[in-house]
T-cell receptor, first 116, second 115 residues
Framework: NAGVMQNPRHLVRRRGQEARLRCSPM?????VYWYRQLPEEGLKFMVY????????ESGMPKERFSAEFPKEGPSILRIQQVVRGDSAAYFC??????????????FGPGTRLTVL | QKEVEQNSGPLSVPEGAIASLNCTYS??????FFWYRQYSGKSPELIMS????GDKEDGRFTAQLNKASQYVSLLIRDSQPSDSATYLC???????????????FGQGTELSVKP
C-alpha cells in the first residue's frame, strides 16, 4: 500500500532554468496539496487540486509558479525561471475524497530544490 | 497575530516524562486540528487528529481541544529519545464541505528527550 510518492527527491537547477516536481497521491486519494518549507520557516500552503481542477491557489506566488493535476498521471508543480529564493523543500500531500473537514492529509517524502 | 502559534522551543524533557506541547489559533471558524511530527530532513508524519472539544487518546499520545479558548495541545507520555523531533500543529479552516481544505501550520515546537 504505497504512500504519497514524489520525484525527484533532490533537484538542482541553475538560476533561470525550469523545475518540474511530480507527485502521485496515495491509492484512493483524489485531493492533492502542495506545501513549501523554506529553510528555518514553517510549512506554507501553496495550492490544492483535484483531478483536472485547481480548487485553491491562494498560496501560489503570482508569477513563475503553476500546478496541474491531469486526468491521467501525477500532479505537477512547475517553477519557471527559478531564482535562489525558490530553494526549499516542496511537499505534496494527499487526502481521500468525501471527507470534508475531516480530511487527513498524508505527506510525501518531499523534493529538495536547490537553485545555484 | 499569527494564525497558528506554537512555542518554538526547544522543549527538553527527561526520558520517561510527559511532554506537553501547546498550540493556539486565531480563527474561531476552524474545524479540524492535526498534530504532525517531523524529524530533521524528513517529511511531516500525521500522528493525531481531533475535531471535537475534549481529549483524544492514541497510545502514548493524547490530543486536547478547547474551541472556546482556541487551544490545542498534545501530551506525550513516557517520552522516549526517539520522540525527539519537531511537532507541528495544523488547523483546517474548511468552509465548503467536500472540498478538503488547506492546512495552516504553526512554526513547530522542537522537542528533545534526554536519556
Amino acid at each position: 500500500n504505497a504512500g504519497v510518492m514524489q520525484n525527484p527527491r533532490h533537484l538542482v537547477r541553475r538560476r533561470g532554468q525550469e523545475a518540474r516536481l511530480r507527485c502521485s497521491p496515495m491509492k484512493g486519494h483524489s485531493h492533492v496539496y502542495w506545501y513549501r518549507q523554506l529553510p528555518e520557516e514553517g510549512l506554507k500552503f501553496m495550492v490544492y487540486l483535484q483531478k483536472e481542477n485547481i480548487i485553491d491557489e491562494s498560496g501560489m506566488p503570482k508569477e513563475r509558479f503553476s500546478a496541474e493535476f491531469p486526468k491521467e498521471g501525477p500532479s505537477i508543480l512547475r517553477i519557471q525561471q527559478v531564482v535562489r529564493g525558490d530553494s526549499a523543500a516542496y511537499f505534496c500531500a494527499s487526502s481521500p475524497p468525501d471527507k470534508g473537514v475531516y480530511n487527513e492529509q498524508f505527506f510525501g517524502p518531499g523534493t529538495r530544490l536547490t537553485v545555484l | 497575530q499569527k494564525e497558528v502559534e506554537q512555542n518554538s522551543g526547544p522543549l527538553s524533557v527527561p526520558e520517561g516524562a510527559i511532554a506537553s506541547l501547546n498550540c493556539t489559533y486565531s480563527d474561531r471558524g476552524s474545524q479540524s486540528f492535526f498534530w504532525y511530527r517531523q524529524y530533521s530532513g524528513k517529511s511531516p508524519e500525521l500522528i493525531m487528529s481531533i475535531y471535537s472539544n475534549g481529549d483524544k487518546e492514541d497510545g502514548r499520545f493524547t490530543a486536547q481541544l478547547n474551541k472556546a479558548s482556541q487551544y490545542v495541545s498534545l501530551l506525550i507520555r513516557d517520552s522516549q529519545p526517539s520522540d525527539s523531533a519537531t511537532y507541528l500543529c495544523a488547523v483546517n479552516r474548511l468552509r465548503i464541505y467536500n472540498q478538503g481544505g488547506k492546512l495552516i501550520f504553526g512554526q513547530g515546537t522542537e522537542l528533545s528527550v534526554k536519556p
